[in-house]
């Protein structure tokens, strides 16, 4: 039976550096939460992926219309962005196999294409460590000397932005982010986890537009970029209406162990 295809979306976190009246997740975008148009895109690539959605255990703004997929859970989320997705991970320990490919993808990346997606996806399926969506740097990189001034100018060449979706087999990405959190190493990606345990993920170039919403003027950048991509991009790589949910078979089963 071949592998199965598992969605962990981080959604927990508060939003802090964008400082709104609520969690950007539920910020709009062409009056829809910013959740629902990461669901869709995701859903446009891989309808067929079982999605574990990480939200704060007090989320009270959440709506399952917003969820296209058939089989999904929402799990608890953690104190930060690694914990949530162990939660995700450990929620689903009785029907993961070791060899299932897992994609953790930010629920503050809406603008992630499916040609991207489709992209990391084909270049992961026979790759025994993994990888991310990455894009090149191409500003001149400065480190501060903590006092507002330029302390060096880092060599550019080599250099990557670290995106999402990362995919990793379930029981290496487990493993690594247990290793991780156990051994108090600070991990802000699952990439880095993996590579504390000697291993290199797979670089695959990914779209610049593939914005991390996280300050106020960001909302405005997704906004264009999403209006670009529709206005350009083939019928299919357009963020997919959640489908009537009615008769969908949507399975919300919330993990009440966490
Ligand atoms: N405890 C946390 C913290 C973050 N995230 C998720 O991880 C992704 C990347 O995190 P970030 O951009 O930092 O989101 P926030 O933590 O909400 O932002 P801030 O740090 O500004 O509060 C987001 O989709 C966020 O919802 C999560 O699931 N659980
Ligand atoms: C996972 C990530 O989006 C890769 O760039 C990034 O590390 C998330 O960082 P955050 O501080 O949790 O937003």
């Known amino acids: 039976m071949s592998a199965a295809l598992w969605l962990v979306v ?3 976190g508060q939003g802090r550096r964008m ?9 709009e975008i062409a009056g829809r939460p910013v959740l629902a148009c990461t669901l869709a895109r995701l859903y446009s690539a891989f309808p067929g992926a079982r999605l574990c959605l990480c939200l704060d255990a007090d989320d009270a703004r959440f709506d399952p219309a917003w969820v296209p997929f058939a089989e999904w ?9 690694v914990d949530s997705v162990s939660h995700a991970l450990e929620a689903i320990a009785g029907e993961a196999s070791d060899d299932d490919l897992v994609l953790v993808h ?16 084909a270049a ?13 740097v191409a500003d001149t990189m400065k480190r501060d000397d903590g006092a507002g001034r330029v302390a060096a100018t880092e060599l550019r060449a080599g250099l990557w932005h670290a995106l999402t979706p990362q995919g990793f087999r379930y029981g290496l990405l487990r ?8 051994a108090g190493i600070p991990v802000t990606d699952e990439a880095s986890a993996v590579e504390t345990l000697g291993l290199s993920p797979q670089l695959v170039k990914g779209r610049r537009d593939n914005l991390k919403i996280t300050h106020p003027e960001d909302l405005a950048l997704a906004r264009q970029i999403l209006a670009a991509q529709s206005a350009t991009e083939p019928a299919s790589d357009q963020s997919a209406s959640a489908p009537a949910l009615a008769g969908a078979g949507v399975v919300a089963r919330e993990n009440s162990e966490r």
């Open 19 to 27: 400082g709104a009246d609520r969690p950007k997740q539920y910020l």
């Open 10 to 12: 981080p959604a927990a």
């Open 106 to 121: 930010d629920v503050a990346r809406p603008c992630v294409t499916v040609a991207d997606l489709e992209r990391l996806h």
């Open 175 to 182: 493993q690594a982010l247990a290793a991780a959190v156990k």
């Open 73 to 81: 859970r929402r799990v608890s989320g953690g104190n930060e962005r």
């Open 124 to 136: 992961l399926s026979d790759d025994p460590v993994g990888g991310l969506l990455a894009s090149p």
